[in-house]
């Protein structure tokens, strides 16, 4: 069974950087993609980054403040944050596609004070 563990959200001010990480185990197939999503409780969750073999696609809000990258040895998903504002504060989440299967983490709540 996969599964994903999301780390190293927490509180930062303004200005600051963090780094999630998403374990992923269990799987005996190549990833077919990785992505962030955050979401704000009572809004829809929206997608911030996603890795591919192929290609990196980031949302707008994030373009040159946000880095997605893939460990394949440490079978990784992360998320580099740098220059995190006050409305990036959300809950984020991990997304693992091993299509046609796909398997969401439990979350990491990242908050940024003003």
């Known amino acids: 069974q996969v599964q994903l563990r999301e780390s190293g959200g927490g509180l930062v001010q303004a200005g600051g950087s963090l780094r999630l990480s998403c374990e992923i185990s269990?799987?005996?197939?190549?990833?077919?993609?990785g992505a962030w999503f955050r979401q704000v409780p009572g809004n829809a969750r929206e997608l911030v980054a996603t890795i591919t073999s192929r290609e990196i696609t980031y949302a707008d809000f994030v373009k040159g403040r946000f880095t997605i990258s893939r460990d394949k040895r440490k079978n990784t998903v992360d998320l580099q944050m740098d220059s995190l504002q006050p409305e990036d504060s959300a809950w984020y989440y991990c997304?693992?596609?091993?299509?046609?299967?796909?398997?969401w983490g439990d979350g990491v709540r990242v908050t940024v004070s003003s």
């Open positions: 269990g799987s005996t197939v190549e990833l077919t993609s």
């Open positions: 997304k693992a596609e091993f299509l046609p299967k796909i398997f």
